[in-house]
Protein backbone atom coordinates (compact mmCIF):
# COMPACT_ATOMS: atom_id res chain seq x y z
CA UNK A 1 0.00 0.00 0.00
CA UNK A 2 2.15 2.81 -1.58
CA UNK A 3 -0.70 5.03 0.54
CA UNK A 4 1.88 5.35 3.22
CA UNK A 5 4.82 6.38 1.19
CA UNK A 6 2.85 9.80 -0.58
CA UNK A 7 0.50 10.78 2.06
CA UNK A 8 -2.59 10.27 -0.64
CA UNK A 9 -1.49 8.84 -3.59
CA UNK A 10 -1.86 5.18 -4.83
CA UNK A 11 0.89 3.60 -7.49
CA UNK A 12 0.55 -0.12 -8.30
CA UNK A 13 3.48 -2.58 -7.57
CA UNK A 14 3.74 -5.81 -7.82
CA UNK A 15 3.91 -7.03 -4.07
CA UNK A 16 6.28 -10.46 -4.35
CA UNK A 17 9.21 -10.44 -2.63
CA UNK A 18 11.55 -12.11 -5.69
CA UNK A 19 10.15 -10.20 -8.23
CA UNK A 20 12.08 -10.31 -11.43
CA UNK A 21 13.97 -7.13 -12.69
CA UNK A 22 13.00 -4.39 -14.35
CA UNK A 23 9.29 -4.68 -13.24
CA UNK A 24 7.12 -2.64 -14.60
CA UNK A 25 7.76 0.02 -17.30
CA UNK A 26 9.47 3.11 -17.22
CA UNK A 27 7.34 6.11 -15.61
CA UNK A 28 9.82 8.79 -15.66
CA UNK A 29 8.00 11.06 -18.81
CA UNK A 30 9.44 14.04 -19.99
CA UNK A 31 10.38 16.31 -23.29
CA UNK A 32 13.78 15.71 -24.97
CA UNK A 33 13.96 18.62 -27.74
CA UNK A 34 9.95 18.58 -28.26
CA UNK A 35 10.27 14.52 -28.18
CA UNK A 36 8.82 12.59 -25.62
CA UNK A 37 10.90 10.66 -24.04
CA UNK A 38 10.99 7.72 -21.02
CA UNK A 39 13.48 7.38 -18.14
CA UNK A 40 14.80 4.58 -17.19
CA UNK A 41 16.42 1.50 -18.84
CA UNK A 42 19.05 1.19 -16.05
CA UNK A 43 20.15 1.70 -12.52
CA UNK A 44 22.85 4.13 -13.78
CA UNK A 45 20.68 5.86 -15.78
CA UNK A 46 18.96 6.28 -12.25
CA UNK A 47 21.73 7.14 -10.21
CA UNK A 48 23.05 9.69 -12.79
CA UNK A 49 19.62 11.81 -12.84
CA UNK A 50 20.00 11.51 -8.70
CA UNK A 51 23.18 13.23 -8.78
CA UNK A 52 22.08 15.86 -11.23
CA UNK A 53 19.16 16.31 -8.63
CA UNK A 54 21.09 16.24 -5.42
CA UNK A 55 23.38 19.34 -6.98
CA UNK A 56 20.43 21.33 -7.62
CA UNK A 57 19.27 20.56 -3.69
CA UNK A 58 23.08 21.75 -2.14
CA UNK A 59 22.18 24.68 -4.42
CA UNK A 60 19.13 25.35 -2.86
CA UNK A 61 20.25 24.36 0.56
CA UNK A 62 23.02 27.39 0.44
CA UNK A 63 20.63 29.77 -0.88
CA UNK A 64 17.98 28.35 2.12
CA UNK A 65 21.91 29.04 4.82
CA UNK A 66 22.11 32.69 3.16
CA UNK A 67 18.94 33.61 4.36
CA UNK A 68 19.01 31.44 7.85
CA UNK A 69 22.34 33.71 8.40
CA UNK A 70 20.34 36.67 7.14
CA UNK A 71 17.79 36.05 9.99
CA UNK A 72 20.72 36.30 12.66
CA UNK A 73 20.64 39.95 11.55
CA UNK A 74 17.26 39.86 13.66
CA UNK A 75 18.15 38.11 16.25
CA UNK A 76 19.45 39.75 19.22
CA UNK A 77 20.31 36.88 21.31
CA UNK A 78 21.87 32.79 20.69
CA UNK A 79 18.12 31.94 22.58
CA UNK A 80 16.28 33.74 20.52
CA UNK A 81 17.29 32.24 17.64
CA UNK A 82 14.90 29.08 17.86
CA UNK A 83 11.53 29.75 17.56
CA UNK A 84 9.74 26.37 17.96
CA UNK A 85 6.68 27.90 16.52
CA UNK A 86 7.75 28.95 13.29
CA UNK A 87 9.51 25.76 12.94
CA UNK A 88 6.54 23.83 13.55
CA UNK A 89 4.85 26.10 10.77
CA UNK A 90 7.43 25.57 8.16
CA UNK A 91 6.99 21.25 8.68
CA UNK A 92 2.83 21.65 8.98
CA UNK A 93 3.08 23.85 5.37
CA UNK A 94 5.64 21.88 3.40
CA UNK A 95 3.53 18.53 4.36
CA UNK A 96 0.67 19.84 3.40
CA UNK A 97 2.73 21.07 0.16
CA UNK A 98 3.69 17.76 -0.53
CA UNK A 99 0.36 15.84 -0.13
CA UNK A 100 -1.30 18.95 -2.42
CA UNK A 101 1.95 18.06 -5.08
CA UNK A 102 1.80 14.64 -5.05
CA UNK A 103 5.19 14.76 -2.99
CA UNK A 104 6.05 11.34 -0.90
CA UNK A 105 5.39 12.99 2.75
CA UNK A 106 7.35 10.26 3.93
CA UNK A 107 10.47 11.94 2.55
CA UNK A 108 9.06 15.45 3.09
CA UNK A 109 8.46 15.14 6.73
CA UNK A 110 12.38 13.62 6.90
CA UNK A 111 14.12 16.14 5.18
CA UNK A 112 12.63 18.94 5.98
CA UNK A 113 12.54 18.11 10.00
CA UNK A 114 16.41 17.74 9.23
CA UNK A 115 17.00 20.96 7.21
CA UNK A 116 15.36 22.48 10.55
CA UNK A 117 16.89 20.82 12.58
CA UNK A 118 20.43 21.53 11.12
CA UNK A 119 19.22 25.41 10.46
CA UNK A 120 19.19 26.55 14.04
CA UNK A 121 21.95 25.12 15.61
CA UNK A 122 23.94 26.85 12.09
CA UNK A 123 22.31 29.96 12.93
CA UNK A 124 22.98 29.59 16.47
CA UNK A 125 26.61 28.65 15.18
CA UNK A 126 26.62 32.10 13.19
CA UNK A 127 25.47 34.40 16.22
CA UNK A 128 28.00 32.80 18.42
CA UNK A 129 30.97 33.40 16.55
CA UNK A 130 29.68 37.09 15.69
CA UNK A 131 29.72 37.74 19.22
CA UNK A 132 33.46 36.46 19.40
CA UNK A 133 33.89 38.40 16.64
CA UNK A 134 32.71 42.07 18.35
CA UNK A 135 34.39 40.84 21.62
CA UNK A 136 38.03 40.66 19.55
CA UNK A 137 37.56 43.69 17.56
CA UNK A 138 36.60 45.43 20.71
CA UNK A 139 39.18 43.50 22.31
CA UNK A 140 41.93 44.89 19.44
CA UNK A 141 44.48 47.92 19.96
CA UNK A 142 43.30 50.47 17.62
C1 LIG B 1 15.17 31.53 10.17
C2 LIG B 1 14.67 31.60 11.40
O1 LIG B 1 15.31 31.05 12.51
C3 LIG B 1 15.14 29.67 12.86
C4 LIG B 1 15.26 28.81 11.66
C5 LIG B 1 14.15 28.50 10.93
C6 LIG B 1 14.26 27.89 9.56
O2 LIG B 1 15.35 27.37 9.22
O3 LIG B 1 13.28 27.95 8.78
C7 LIG B 1 12.87 28.78 11.45
C8 LIG B 1 12.70 29.32 12.69
C9 LIG B 1 13.84 29.51 13.62
O4 LIG B 1 13.91 28.40 14.49
C10 LIG B 1 13.39 32.30 11.69
O5 LIG B 1 13.17 32.71 12.85
O6 LIG B 1 12.56 32.47 10.78
Known amino acids: NTDACYGSNVILAPSADHRPV ?5 SIHFSL ?7 CDS ?5 TALDDIDD ?10 AYVREATRFKSTRESVNVPSRNEAVLKRAEQQAVDIGVPVTIV ?3 IGAILNSSVPFEQCIVSNLGVLIRFEADSPV
Open 56 to 65: EILGLLNRRA
Open 22 to 26: PWGTP
Open 33 to 39: NGIPTTC
Open 43 to 47: IEEIR
Open 109 to 111: RAT
